[in-house]
T-cell receptor, first 113, second 112 residues
């Protein structure tokens, strides 16, 4: 049972483009939504995260947009660079001591020079 | 890297043999997790720990066991490895209520 649906599976953009990766969730108890970036042969690295009390969060060139009513959130990468080529995972979790994250299946982003 | 190391980093083993993967952390995080990553499946939680000797099952726990006798070490054991357990295994830690998890470098396990 997949609780976080991520799209697209893969994405190719030109340098300077704005790739957008989308995620949708079902569990209304989720209240923490992080994005992870993973380079080949490395572990996922926390990139940016948002909580549902705000609709947007920016960190450098990375922006999360959050739509609570639609139960959707997305990652935008401004002025994308070839070094941004990686796999991106969205995730979600709720309250509680275990803090278990549920991950989307990932999006492989390629930024061409 | 949140002070996380995983060992071994690569392992090839035969079907039916026991395998133990180790996760070691140096920053006294309370929570530790084991995930497996497979193409098309993303990251799936195997087991997690919320303290020494306190563990619980995740989404794909069948065929795996874990132990945590010290804060810094979380062991994942495959009692009798199968080819379906060929995967990349990641350990993660978190220590606050903010749900932030930090991942180790991974172990690539191949079961032949």
């Amino acid at each position: 049972q997949q609780q976080v649906k991520q799209s697209p599976q893969s994405l190719i953009v030109q340098k300077g483009g704005i790739p957008i990766i989308n995620c949708a969730y079902e569990n209304t108890a989720f209240d923490y939504f992080p994005w992870y970036q993973q380079f080949p042969g490395k572990g996922p690295a926390l990139l940016i995260a948002i909580r549902p009390d705000v609709s947007e969060k920016k960190e450098g060139r990375f922006t999360i947009s959050f739509n609570k009513s639609a139960k959707q959130f997305s990652l935008h990468i401004m002025d994308s660079q070839p070094g941004d080529s990686a796999t991106y995972f969205c995730a979600a979790s709720g309250q509680g001591g275990s803090e278990k994250l549920v991950f989307g299946k990932g999006t492989k982003l390629t930024v061409n020079p | 890297d949140a002070g996380i190391t995983q060992s071994p980093r690569h392992k090839v083993t035969e079907t039916g043999t026991p395998v133990t993967l180790r996760c070691h952390q140096t920053e006294n995080h309370r929570y530790m997790y084991w995930y497996r990553q497979d193409p098309g499946h993303g990251l799936r939680l195997i087991h997690y720990s919320y303290g020494v000797k306190d563990t619980d099952k995740g989404e794909v726990s069948d065929g795996y066991s874990v132990s945590r006798s010290k804060t810094e070490d979380f062991l994942l054991t495959l009692e009798s490895a199968t080819s379906s357990q060929t995967s990349v295994y990641f350990c993660a830690v978190s220590g606050t209520s903010l749900n932030e998890q930090y991942f180790g470098p991974g172990t690539r396990l191949t079961v032949t």
